[in-house]
């Protein structure tokens, strides 16, 4: 049965030893930083070769899914704008590559202060939450997609956070996703001048930022819907993408509730403990991301579709779903 998970520690790292507190908590960490275990000069190296940051925005809005993203990469980084259409399959893709901290900003705060960007040649996205507030804004202008979005934390459930560790013998190299599912979504997004459907729409915002060994690979499935008449939302992992710490959440009633030990299939399908969903993919898109000089180092899959089935709730009933989920596939080649 789904159990709460215990609160969220101040920070995502022991500053003694300079471990990551591996484990999955409920609440949210606003300023992520790891310290520098080798020293400052050492630290700038390292993240610039190995450490990745996004901040990823999903809402399903009717038959469509759109998906912002802003990546700092390290010597590089890329953002994208994708609608997938869950019905007919078509696909609208954006990208543009940015050098970071000029015209590209990922930076260590997730929630409160948040202040990241993306400006550079058609593209003027920005994601931006104040000190004290409990929403972020999100702008997006960039060729047919135009809007400006609040999504609001007010009486959404406690973010969740997933913490882990790079496999041995790179245990000092962190990883953390934060989770902030089931957000209020103020506001209006066009594409090519159509407006998207927003009433009773809900965004959900995540922030990852991790130091990856190479040839790491990792799935993420994320759904949002309605259980019982109440909003709710579930996450899983499979891979590396936090070493061996692995993401398994149902939000609802207000809370994050871990699922204990599941399987996330090549397929999408999610098996575990009182829990049996299918996945169907409706719309997909991959996209590669590259290093200066071209080289081709991280290539990415987002597939837009429906997950169903039967889970139990933390209250011991049994509930179907029918939601509208997104499954992605994350591999570093180099």
């Known amino acids: 049965m789904p159990q709460p998970l215990p609160p969220a520690p101040d920070k995502a790292y022991d500053p003694d030893s300079y471990r990551s507190r591996v484990g ?15 020293g400052w000069p050492h630290g700038q190296v390292r993240r610039a070769i ?23 990469n390290g010597t590089l980084g890329t953002g ?24 590209l900003v990922v930076g260590p705060d997730a929630g409160e202060g948040t202040k990241a960007f993306l400006r550079a040649g058609e593209a003027d996205v920005h994601l931006t939450r ?42 000092h190299r962190p990883a953390l996703t934060q989770r902030a599912p089931l957000l209020k979504v103020a506001g209006s997004v066009s594409i090519a001048g159509r407006a998207l459907p927003l009433r009773d729409t809900f965004a959900e915002l995540t922030y990852y930022n991790a130091f990856l060994p190479k040839l790491t690979r990792g799935r993420v499935l994320s759904a949002q819907g309605l259980v019982g008449g109440r909003p709710a939302a579930l996450a899983c992992t499979r891979g590396e993408l936090h070493g061996e710490q692995q993401e398994a959440t149902l939000f609802v009633d207000g809370q994050p509730h871990g699922l204990g030990s599941l399987q996330l299939l090549d397929d999408g399908r999610v098996l575990g403990d009182g829990l049996a969903l299918s996945f169907t993919a409706r719309a997909v898109h991959s996209a590669d991301e590259r290093r200066m000089g071209g080289r081709i180092h991280h290539q990415s899959t987002w597939t837009a579709g429906l997950l169903e089935g039967a889970l139990t709730l933390p209250s011991g009933e049994r509930a179907d779903i029918r939601w509208p989920a997104l499954l992605e596939d994350h591999r570093l080649l180099r």
């Open 24 to 38: 999955a908590y409920a609440g949210q960490i606003h300023e992520v930083r790891w310290g520098y275990y080798k």
């Open 50 to 72: 190995v450490r990745k940051r996004w901040f990823q925005v999903v809402l399903h809005a009717g038959a469509e899914t759109l998906l912002v993203r802003i990546q700092d």
């Open 80 to 103: 994208r704008a994708l609608l997938l259409n869950r019905e007919t399959g078509a696909v609208l893709a954006l990208s543009q590559q940015a050098a970071p901290l000029r015209k």
């Open 130 to 171: 104040e000190k004290g507030a409990s929403a972020w804004t999100l702008g997006l202008r960039w060729g047919d997609f135009q809007g400006e979005l609040t999504l609001d934390s007010a009486g959404a459930p406690t973010p969740s956070i997933v913490i882990g560790a790079a496999r041995p013998p790179l245990a």
